[in-house]
């Protein structure tokens, strides 16, 4: 979406926040739940701290339905090419939220077994740091994303 | 130390160690690395069915250099063996015994991978925990821990 | 990676395996820049360079049948044959089909290779290691006192259960006792623990076979389990709160009024899922008679815990190796008797209720007194100590930073967890960090006796039975 000044800009600009408030306000992710990090998630999908009430209850397998990615958990080396198989599988718009310590730079893990940081894999634009980060923590981030999404700051 | 229970194999295996260690006191037996496949079926057939675990350890500067740890039970006796074989680095073979525990394939396979302990006569002697193209051991000694140096990374200004 | 570890390989050679023929498809030069380019546009980051190269691996790939030398054993000893089974001579109308690594079913990054004669397994292969965090190594650059904050990641619906593995092993080499109001404390939490692992479990059986309520019923009544957790020791799950030594602080305030609520919530919760699964005939027909495991096929492969109570085995180490105290108290070890799906439904809900009078029982007699070791060379003093006296600085300092001394030796303790035996083999040489430390641990076991549970039934019944071990990755690739 090109970013248009004058009078049909300002009718594309309307267009944009519509199609990006669209955008936040169902944002299936796709489960990526690899360890520890993925027991809150789906703790923060439960009912507790519900996702539903952010569009978000769902969890597709497939990532071809799904925009969002949380990688939730630790990020070996034999994962690696996964998580890009299943990262190039989702189609655009898609966006990535690295939860955890372990998938935002490797955590207390510092050894040779683990990727120190998926942003070294994927483009991430969420960081939420927390071992692990409570449901509070990760539907922030969730927030923070949407936010981000509604201001279009999200850098490609 | 010969109890009731290992007063058999004891018999046979003049060679082996036993011992007990701790206030726990846990059975400990010293096998020679010949002896141990034979061992470890006379342990089956004298009731320590269950197997638990087996696992390596470099002791690095000990002659001989690896221990192949496995660790038996028995439901009937309610008792623990353990039993440690030394496996020299110049030639670290040892014998499978998936044979008579189908559970250390998975066992075996991991000790290959993370110490590069040969096991003959394992059916399917690859990597488990690691990818397929990964070289070297890393739970050998010898092998860093493979830490990165913590770099800050710069993000993205949001203006 | 930014460098390759420093290795050597050592002086023999890795043995070699026939592989079948590499049919890896190379993809032609433009495809490659293609993919690249778009990959440029689109995300504005370059696939590292060290991805490149398919995820297949061809030694983990299913072997032709005639050459495969594990068929016997992955297809069990004692093979049960709910089926009438032709023997299958034309492999070319069989399929393999990969499930995982990721998918929503498998409980984490498990990848099964099945062959499948339509919809009957004839061979299922489990390839883990998707989540190996060589935590065994990095176990050795810490001191025992942060070595709970390692072992308790590896199975981490259960940490208290590893963290106390880790700490009686440790204890055992240091040769102290815990004060009675410790070992009650560590008594409560590991069962508590059992409870909310018990009630993932439930959760997650009830979602793969379809009730997908159960995944909301299962997180609710943990929620209250959780928050005493955190009032407690701070986390809600990985919480470091068992040490060697003790444990890390005493109970909140209030407590047994929390407790009573939660034994309550719970129960209630707990009856609520017996009358939407007990008579429920589509969950019967899908759990009664799937994925039998035999106790002799238990003992070889080491399998323990539900499973192997389920199928007959009347082993629970609270028993007969008990530990902590943990035989002050009355309970009742639940034994079934087909090692099904069914039955180990049945022995985890009865588990639940055992656990809750267990916790009733701490509840009723807890000790007052210490709730750490008060030798300060293990444990640090109190913090308002450091203040008043130069000794209690010292040791603080000490052990925060270098950490206490172990004396040499080996030792294998073990605790039943959730999921089963689980052991910490640790060799010390003396000094402050552990020389070796090998966890055992009971889902390792459990995923390799997956295809002897899985062989000879359909498709669908993977799903339940998976879900039925209840393995933990984790727990599995350390």
């Not at chain 3, 005639?66 to 089926?83: E, K, T």
Request: aromatic share 8%.
């Amino acid at each position: 979406m090109a970013h248009q000044s004058g009078p049909s800009g300002f009718l594309l600009t309307t267009l944009d926040s519509a199609i990006n408030w669209t955008r936040t306000r169902s944002m299936w992710a796709a489960t990526f739940g690899l360890a520890c990090c993925a027991i809150e998630m789906m703790a923060t999908g439960a009912a507790h701290n519900d996702l539903a009430r952010f569009g978000m209850e769902v969890f597709r397998a497939s990532p071809r339905q799904a925009d969002l990615m949380i990688v939730a958990g630790r990020v070996s080396q034999k994962m690696a090419p996964v998580l890009r198989q299943v990262y190039d599988q989702m189609s655009e718009p898609k966006w990535v939220i690295s939860m955890g310590a372990c998938a935002s730079t490797g955590g207390m893990f510092n050894n040779y077994a683990l990727v120190q940081g998926v942003d070294e894999v994927v483009p991430v634009d969420v960081y939420v740091p927390g071992c692990p980060p409570g449901p509070q923590s990760l539907m922030h981030g969730i927030l923070l994303l949407q936010d981000k999404i509604m201001a279009r700051e999200i850098v490609r | 130390m010969t109890d009731e229970v290992f007063a058999p194999l004891a018999e046979r295996f003049p060679d082996v160690d036993f011992e007990q260690v701790l206030a726990s006191k846990q059975d400990v037996a010293h096998v020679p690395l010949d002896r141990y496949r034979g061992f470890v079926e006379a342990a089956h057939n004298v009731g320590f069915d269950v197997f638990v675990d087996l696992c390596a350890v470099d002791y690095l500067h000990r002659k001989p250099r690896f221990d192949v740890v496995l660790n038996l039970l028995s439901h009937t006796n309610r008792r623990r063996l353990r039993i440690r074989v030394g496996v020299p680095a110049s030639d670290p073979t040892v014998a499978s015994i998936t044979g008579i525990f189908p559970g250390a394939n998975f066992y075996e396979r991991e000790t290959f991978d993370l110490f590069g302990i040969v096991f003959s006569g394992h059916p399917d002697l690859t990597r488990l925990l690691l990818p397929d193209d990964w070289e070297g051991h890393p739970l050998r000694k010898d092998h860093s821990v493979g830490s990165v140096p913590v770099r800050f990374k710069a993000s993205p200004k949001t203006s | 990676m930014s460098d390759t570890p420093n290795v050597t390989t050592g002086d023999f050679e890795a043995p070699t395996i026939d592989r079948p023929d590499d049919a890896h498809t190379a993809t032609s030069e433009t495809a490659e820049e293609r993919r690249r380019i778009h990959d440029l546009w689109v995300a504005g980051t370059e696939e590292p360079s060290w991805l490149r190269g398919s995820t297949d691996e061809q030694s983990q790939e299913l072997l032709d049948r005639n050459s495969d030398p594990a068929l016997r054993l992955s297809q069990g000893i004692a093979v049960d044959d709910d089926y009438l089974f032709d023997d299958v001579t034309d492999s070319d109308e069989l399929q393999i089909l990969n499930m995982g690594p990721q998918h929503p079913s498998t409980h984490g990054v498990l990848r099964l290779h099945l062959e499948l004669d339509g919809e009957t397994i004839v061979r299922a292969k489990p390839i883990i290691g998707y989540l190996h965090t060589g935590m065994e190594k990095t176990g050795e650059t810490l001191t025992y006192m942060q070595g709970s904050t390692n072992v308790t990641r590896m199975d981490y619906l259960s940490p208290m259960h590893m963290e106390l593995a880790f700490s009686l092993a440790v204890e055992s080499l240091l040769g102290v006792e815990m004060p009675e109001r410790a070992q009650a404390i560590r008594v409560l939490m590991t069962e508590l623990n059992r409870v909310s692992s018990h009630l993932v479990w439930a959760a997650t059986q009830g979602t793969d076979l379809g009730a997908v309520s159960m995944m909301i019923y299962g997180f609710r009544d943990r929620e209250c389990i959780l928050e005493f957790f955190e009032k407690t020791t701070g986390l809600r799950m990985n919480h470091n709160y068992i040490r060697p030594g003790g444990v890390a602080a005493d109970l909140h305030d209030g407590w047994e009024d929390e407790i009573e609520l939660i034994i309550e919530k719970v129960t209630q919760g707990v009856g609520e899922y017996e009358e939407l699964f007990n008579g429920n005939p589509i969950f019967r027909d899908r759990t009664m008679g799937v994925g039998v495991i035999t106790p002799e096929e238990c003992r070889a492969l080491g399998v323990s815990g539900p499973i192997a109570r389920a199928a007959g085995i009347k082993w629970d180490l609270r028993k007969v190796f008990p530990y902590s105290g943990i035989d002050k108290y009355d309970f009742e070890v639940p034994v079934g008797k087909h090692g099904d799906v069914w039955d180990r439904y049945l022995v985890r809900i009865e588990e639940i209720k055992q656990s809750l009078g267990i916790v009733k029982q701490v509840l009723e007699t807890m000790p007052a007194g210490d709730y750490r070791t008060l030798d300060r060379k293990i444990t640090p003093p109190p913090r308002k100590r450091i203040d008043e006296s130069m000794e209690a600085l010292i040791h603080h300092f000490k052990l925060f930073t270098s950490g206490f001394k172990v004396p040499a030796g080996e030792t294998y303790a073990a605790v039943e967890s959730p999921r089963g035996e689980l052991g910490m083999y640790i060799v010390s040489d003396g000094r402050e960090k552990p020389w070796r430390l090998h966890a055992r641990t009971p889902s390792f076991n459990h995923v390799q006796a997956l295809p002897t549970m899985m062989t000879d039934s359909l498709v669908a019944d993977i799903v339940a039975t998976i879900a039925s071990t209840d393995p933990v990755l984790g727990d599995v690739d350390r």
